[in-house]
C-alpha cells in the first residue's frame, strides 16, 4: 500500500493540507542519535544531571524529536531550507510524540512554509517548529508517481499497513 502522504504528494499539495505522524521514543533511540551527532550532553545520559535540572529523567535530544518533520518531508519531496524550532517540554524515553505538519503556504514557484506542532501522549505541546521550503514541482510529481508504480522500491515506509 502507498504511504498516504506520498500519495497526497503525487495528487498535489496545497496550503492547508495536514499530515501526522506518531513516534514513540526510545533510549536507545537517544543512544544512537547522540552517537551519530557526537551530542553526549549529560541531560540525555546522567540522571544526577536531570535532577539538578528539575526534570523526572533523562531526555531525547531535541532534534531526535524534531526530526520526526523528515518523515513528512521525505515523503513529499520536500527540500527545506530552513527551520526554526522552540523546545518547550522535555520528551522523556517511552514518551509517544505526535508530529502535526500543515503547510501554511505556497507560491507558484511551490516555495512552501509549513507549521509542525509535537504533542506527547497527555496532549501537551512539546515543541513546535516553522519550516520553508521547496515542494515537488508538476515533473517532480511525475517521477514521484513513477516510482509509486514500481512500488517504491527505495522507499521503506511504501509497504507499511496505514489505517
Not at 54 to 76: A, P
Request: net charge negative.
Amino acid at each position: 500500500m502507498p504511504n498516504p502522504i506520498r500519495l497526497k504528494a503525487v495528487q498535489g499539495l496545497t496550503e492547508g493540507d495536514s499530515f501526522s505522524v506518531t513516534r514513540t521514543f526510545t533510549k536507545e533511540d537517544t543512544l544512537a542519535f547522540g552517537d551519530l551527532t557526537r551530542d553526549y550532553n549529560p541531560v540525555h545520559y546522567d540522571s544526577r544531571w536531570t535532577a539538578l535540572k528539575g526534570m523526572k529523567g533523562l531526555i531525547c535530544h531535541g532534534l531526535l524529536v524534531g526530526s520526526m518533520i523528515c518523515e513528512f518531508g521525505g515523503q513529499v519531496g520536500w527540500l527545506a531550507t530552513g527551520m526554526d524550532f522552540k523546545f518547550l517540554k522535555p520528551v522523556y524515553f517511552g514518551d509517544t510524540i505526535r508530529c502535526m505538519v500543515t503547510i501554511t503556504k505556497i507560491d507558484d514557484r511551490m516555495h512552501a512554509e509549513a507549521e509542525a506542532i509535537f504533542t506527547n501522549q497527555d496532549n501537551e505541546q512539546v515543541g513546535h517548529a516553522y519550516l520553508t521550503g521547496r515542494l515537488p514541482t508538476s515533473p517532480e510529481r511525475d517521477i514521484l508517481k513513477q516510482m509509486l508504480s514500481e512500488n517504491d522500491p527505495t522507499n521503506k515506509l511504501s509497504n507499511k499497513e496505514y489505517g
